[in-house]
């Protein structure tokens, strides 16, 4: 038998806390209540962009931003979305890479390929695969995807070095990503994160701003900006984190 890591008690924890919610997705009740996962839904898109989901994939969007308003998508890319959830920001991707582009999910939870797969078929999305694998190994070829996003998932993640050297391979050269996460101020140690919230809460595992910079550009990443774009909790952000990969 195999010991238990605390390192695997957290990602059960995960998986166990996003199972849950997508099976709680209920189209007239409304998604999962205030603790179902990490930030503020589907407010943080357009109407447009709501009005063209179905609405179980708006119920489901547990995340922390809108990734796909700031990657700045453009017709026939392949985009990756790690952790992919109910699969909004794969849908909203594939309208924006349009039928020449593809949009991938990459998620560890069954139940939430499910519910994103149901999504992706009642909106009619021909140009969407959603992949089960976890975050640290990216069940796709090297650079194979031109754009990654990602919407408040690295900071659930128990490896996150390994999270951004797998971005750094499957990308192409030149590829880049755009990701929403939570992100802490440099003033805050881990245990003062571990104080204002839990990990499955997106807030004890966040990186400061310090720690996420050198661990992009120690994966290979250049060009890296970190911009707070709403405050979630004392001295932990919500935040747009942008990287290239070297051509």
């Known amino acids: 038998m195999t010991a238990t890591?605390?390192?695997?008690?957290?990602?059960?924890?995960?998986?166990?806390?996003?199972?849950?919610a997508a099976t709680a997705v209920d189209p007239v009740a409304g998604c999962c209540g205030p603790d179902a996962g990490c930030g503020f839904g589907a407010d943080l898109y357009d109407d447009d962009d709501r009005a063209a989901?179905?609405?179980?994939?708006?119920?489901?969007?547990?995340?922390c931003g809108n990734p796909t308003a700031v990657?700045?998508?453009?017709?026939?890319?392949?985009?990756?979305?790690?952790?992919?959830?109910?699969?909004i920001d794969v849908l909203?991707?594939?309208?924006r890479v349009g039928p020449s582009?593809?949009?991938?999910g990459l998620d560890m939870?069954?139940?939430?390929?499910?519910?994103?797969?149901?999504?992706?078929?009642?909106?009619?999305?021909?140009?969407?695969?959603?992949?089960?694998?976890?975050?640290?190994?990216?069940?796709?070829?090297?650079?194979?995807v031109d754009v990654i996003i990602s919407n408040c998932v690295v900071n659930l993640s128990v490896d996150k070095p390994a999270v951004m050297a797998e971005m750094h391979r499957v990308l192409t050269p030149g590829g880049r990503i755009g990701i929403s996460d939570v992100v802490a101020e440099d003033r805050?140690?881990?245990?003062?994160?571990?104080?204002?919230?839990?990990y499955v809460g997106c807030i004890a595992g966040a990186l400061s701003v310090g720690e996420y910079r050198d661990g992009l550009e120690t994966a290979g990443f250049a060009?890296?900006?970190?911009?707070?774009?709403?405050?979630?909790?004392?001295?932990?952000?919500?935040?747009?984190?942008?990287?290239?990969?070297?051509?």
């Open 5 to 20: 890591t605390p390192t695997d008690e957290l990602r059960d924890q995960v998986r166990a806390r996003y199972a849950s």
């Open 53 to 63: 989901l179905p609405d179980a994939a708006r119920l489901a969007s547990l995340g």
């Open 71 to 87: 990657a700045e998508l453009r017709s026939g890319e392949t985009v990756l979305d790690l952790g992919s959830g109910g699969g």
């Open 92 to 95: 909203l991707s594939a309208r």
């Open 101 to 104: 582009g593809r949009a991938y």
């Open 109 to 144: 939870t069954d139940e939430m390929l499910d519910l994103a797969r149901r999504n992706a078929a009642e909106a009619g999305a021909a140009n969407v695969e959603f992949v089960k694998g976890t975050i640290e190994a990216i069940p796709l070829p090297d650079a194979s």
């Open 188 to 198: 805050l140690s881990g245990p003062d994160r571990a104080e204002r919230g839990s």
């Open 223 to 247: 060009d890296v900006e970190i911009g707070f774009t709403h405050e979630v909790a004392d001295g932990l952000h919500g935040a747009i984190v942008r990287a290239r990969k070297p051509g």
